[in-house]
């Protein structure tokens, strides 16, 4: 894309930051949309290297939709049952593979693996179904020898930086539920959490929910002796103090009433998920910043725009703001057309918040940052098939 | 809530329809993510009626999650053949029912029932399935007699008003694509289709991609003229030419490399689909705008917030511009808090755009017609209760 | 067939009631494999119907694969829960209806109502998939507009006639367990048992299992009293003291050692059941008889001889034993061959037992018995296609 | 048990053989009931060893109910499209295995191996979903620590020795067709296949059906030389003429009345399977001899009866006419009840026909042959556990 296309716009809004309102959310590693999105991207990066394994190069597929039908448990202290375990389907389109290796396999497989790196407990619990089948012939067209693969919809994706500081909070807090820290100093805090930040002008709010483990806890007294612990270490760590399970019921004698399970995930009770309805690819939900629907988990980063663009104007944002002088903030987006090489969106929209006026200079320099990294979207779409994404 | 909880904020941004460039996109009535979507919607709405009928009272379900695993076909000008069946997957939690109906049979039905309204073909190849189960006794709990069910999770609304130009555009063609004139006037237009509009400063470009069906199609050279046709036929209702199916290959001799059905489905062929993926409450995909990733289809309105606070938000920016003076845009964000009331949310912020400075007086009227819409929520949770929501 | 093809040999070994030992079982009607062959037959009742409705004449289908699932359950005096419901699932082929109906809906509707005619409890908790694929074209060709189709494989029909004392009291006791008047005397009597009968020469020995209905029973003393009842009350009708329950374990304090249920249904808590493996055609699991693997259920019998000949043999014997003299017992074989008419097996062999010895006059009417019912094996095929078959 | 209790009977009827008619048949390796009894087969015995390795001892589960859901494929001459691949389910109970593994993976692995070493093509293809589920606290009860453990069922074994010239020569042919030296002779031979043999007096026919192979078949014209070619060299070996697909249409011009397959399995399209539908544990099915209806795959044979008294009762006949001088053969009734040592049937039962006068001390042998095997019955239990059983 020349330099001319890409449009650069100065935002009078005030960053984020500044507004007196701010909301933002993040699904742990646990959470059901998340692990769906985990599982289904680990297909692909499985996929991918199994058709370069036995062909010499990528071919078409798109595993970005998946489903985790949640279980049943009975929780008690001192140890429940696990009942009716999750299940997971993981759907979509794949070239066929001449019966060198078995794609729904070779997509299981990686989606146990998977779990097994994801969750302390009950990952040999899950139920892991495929159903993946051959493409239509134009789209998989779209794959041949070619170097430089075409876009293969048109999608749109979008990407701002820097995080604010809410979110940025946010982001630690899940960091922190997630640390081996955490993980041994609290055995009873399960894999399956949600952070939700609210800031109304100088005050921000962190509320969190998080599966605690039966196993690990004798009583309800127990229950809420954790409770205020974990939200004692937090509050040290964060410097604000969250709420923990909010619905949770005081007066309740037995179970009921708590967040209480036997395997730390809510999947193991009714809790159901779905590709691309947890975080976006910065880790985080934020419903007034630019964001994208487009579930990246589970695509081919070569030519499916829906993930690439995304990943792709996350990273021009951080760059724009990085690499310019007296760029505050910067949203972007991009638009691919089917067919178009990756590398020419059909649009391309920077949108910057300066702390000085914009000059012309700097336009430019806005313009260079985003065509150098347009031109390395090939090799950026490389190293997304290998390592995959990280959406939690 | 007191008005004084309302949060208003001047946007110092115009309205978007000002800025340089602006995306949208709409999925048509028969895209996969978009049949999903309506299905668990009508579930929704046949079980909120089952359990009234049967206990007097709508009682604990959330079936917002669904998978619509595409099939396979074999596309022939003159008609080919739809191989394997598309199956839909409908996924959720419910109350049980006591024996007195199924919860499962009358999903299925209402699904069922909605395709057969929704699609000139294909209904009944459909393959549903169902996989309600019963959902944690703290969740149900919050379904008693209450007159006003609290808040079941923490969650976010958005919404904004008015469409921008583009905005409109995009969902007359919408509107278009799916006519009973365009349906008489082009037998061969399938009821998927996907509508993109991008504009670049004054420049608004529309693509189109929708499904041809066989039956109706003898030739290669047929095809092509009957693309022409619509794009004609549209180019003088919308005033705008839009480009349709870009991908398609004039080269290819046979039917491979065009978009070809036996159904007028994508989903016939491979093309899956999920609830929440597609159309906000609004009709629309708008990145740069506020939005939100929660599902709406599905929903118990009465206590889920993630349903009701984004059909709120909606309204409530609506009814700000059109009964208080000089509003030219309003967004509107609220969150709800587990547990708390739904008249009462954690945080309610409107941030406008005006045309005249922003007065107190003004300000006022903003949070006063905020806060009434805020007290009717339990009548607006009935309403959707009874009537769904319609996402295309 | 000529009657000179058909085979008439003297069987020198006595009838079966007077040999020193003899075995037989039926599956009552609420057995898991009992309900899977009901609902698949109810399933190719109704697909024939829909065929000539639409269509003026029937059409390949063969529906006779079906699994069905247990699901979970808490049973307690009183009254439990049934956790997770259990899962039938209706599998074959079908010829596609051009959509004039879907082959799916109307088979699991057909399923739907016999539960329901069937069971007085959870019939509309039982989860109903279809997996009915188009066939392959060649066996579809057998179905043409053919008044006589030709046999779609090499199969087997066997049948046997009479009854033997024992196998009449296994099938009134199975009668009476599933009486209205037992129902009305025993509500606490579940619709899922099965009868075992044995005979060591002239001592008959009867083994019931019946699942009890847990919100009829409200401690383990009552449960003991109501089987001790239930013997004594099959005792009066049948004459013959049946053992209950042999596997309850008196010690046992609470549930568990117990065959109690929450809907009277083994197939509640993880008894699984399929297609083919409960009762032959005549009610009966009969080890030293002449015995058919044939799956009757769920087939097509206008070509599909595997459920044909089974009832024809059946019947055959019947005939025999009942239109000529002397005759004391007949067991009969078919063997059809692909692509052979109906009326003209590859084999047809009919063994009888005699009270006098078997002349040639006596042989000769064999045969024309044998050969009368071959004629008329459409007018057979066409009512049980109407009317289905029964198994229990 | 004592041998007194052994009750042996002398049958006057004439050997099998020496009988006018006579039929049998057997499914082939390849075939659908065959798959799936051999993937259920082999799921039991890797959980049994699962369960050793992870606890020392067996637990409870049965595995015992599967099903094949057939594909669908599209044959073409010179090698076609395996459009959906056929989907096995294997279905049934089994203990929670505390996290130490998992078993739905256990069991979907064995079945993958056992695919991969049972045929030649598409064993990757083959989707495999688990449906194992805990089993009711009474019948996992049986399992202790208990050297002996007891029926766990009131279930019926029957066996019979020797086999018949008939069975003799449908058992060599399935051997021919599953071995080495045909698949290298006849690459175009599917694997999977049937054979069914009838005598008439002494007129023995053989129909075979074979799946042929597109990719190894170029033409109709190749079809049917190659099926020619077959039949003569299994005519050398078998001094037997068998038909071969004998619903060939020689007229037809393309693949359509062919018995021509992508994969050579007919599983891929739409021919179902179940287990239990296949053959007995003798590798035949035999309408006209003692036969059990129990599916023998996929049980725990330490308890599941059904399983363990069919090979054992096949083994007593076998051993009473080798080791037993006069008797010319032996068919075997074994009966538990639920509850009794696996040592002590409720009943047992012996029918010889000798070349000789039945006289006491033949009587005591058989009745001491009978006794021994009995004693020995655990011993053979640990052997089916680790070794699984052959039905094809």
Request: glycine letters at 12%.
């Given at each position: 894309m020349t330099n001319d296309g890409i449009i650069v716009e100065l935002?009078?809004?005030?960053?984020?930051?500044?507004?007196r309102f701010e909301i933002c959310e993040h699904k742990g590693l646990g959470h059901p949309d998340t692990l769906t999105d985990g599982a289904c991207e680990a297909a692909a990066v499985a996929l991918a290297g199994a058709y370069r394994k036995a062909f010499g190069r990528s071919m078409h597929f798109n595993v970005d939709k998946g489903l985790l039908i949640g279980g049943r448990s009975s929780p008690r202290f001192g140890g429940g049952e696990l009942l009716l375990p999750p299940k997971l389907v993981i759907c979509g389109r794949a070239a066929a593979s001449d019966g060198r290796f078995g794609v729904e396999t070779v997509a299981a497989e990686a989606a146990r693996t998977f779990l097994r790196q994801t969750l302390r407990r009950a990952a040999e619990a899950f139920r892991i179904e495929c159903e993946i089948r051959a493409g239509s012939a134009s789209l998989q067209g779209l794959y041949g020898t070619d170097a430089a693969p075409n876009a293969n919809d048109t999608s749109i994706g979008v990407g701002f930086w820097p995080y604010s500081p809410l979110e940025q909070v946010v982001l630690k807090t899940a960091a922190l539920l997630g640390s081996h820290t955490l993980r041994a100093r609290f055995p009873?805090?399960?894999?399956d959490f949600k952070v939700m930040g609210l800031r109304r002008d100088g005050a921000i709010a962190l509320t969190v929910a998080i599966a605690l483990v039966d196993c690990e806890v004798h009583s309800a007294a127990q229950y809420f002796e954790i409770k205020q612990a974990l939200a004692d270490w937090l509050t040290v760590q964060l410097g604000i103090r969250p709420e923990i399970n909010t619905l949770d019921d005081a007066a309740a004698a037995g179970e009921a009433g708590l967040y209480l399970t036997v395997t730390g995930l809510s999947a193991e009770m009714g809790d159901d998920g779905q590709v691309g309805?947890?975080?976006?690819i910065n880790g985080l939900i934020t419903p007034a910043r630019v964001m994208s629907l487009e579930a990246a988990a589970g695509k081919n980063p070569a030519g499916h725009v829906g993930k690439l663009y995304n990943v792709l104007a996350h990273r021009i944002a951080r760059a724009v703001c990085e690499e310019v002088?007296?760029?505050a903030e910067a949203s972007v987006q991009l638009v691919s057309q089917i067919?178009?090489?990756?590398?020419?969106?059909w649009a391309a929209y920077v949108q910057v918040v300066t702390s000085a006026p914009l000059s012309l200079v700097r336009r430019e320099e806005v313009r260079a940052v985003t065509a150098s990294r347009l031109a390395r979207v090939y090799e950026l779409a490389l190293r997304i098939e290998t390592e995959g994404i990280r959406l939690a």
């Open positions: 935002a009078p809004l005030p960053p984020l930051s500044r507004r009873a805090a399960g894999d309805r947890g975080n976006r002088p007296d760029i067919g178009r090489p990756l590398s020419e969106p």
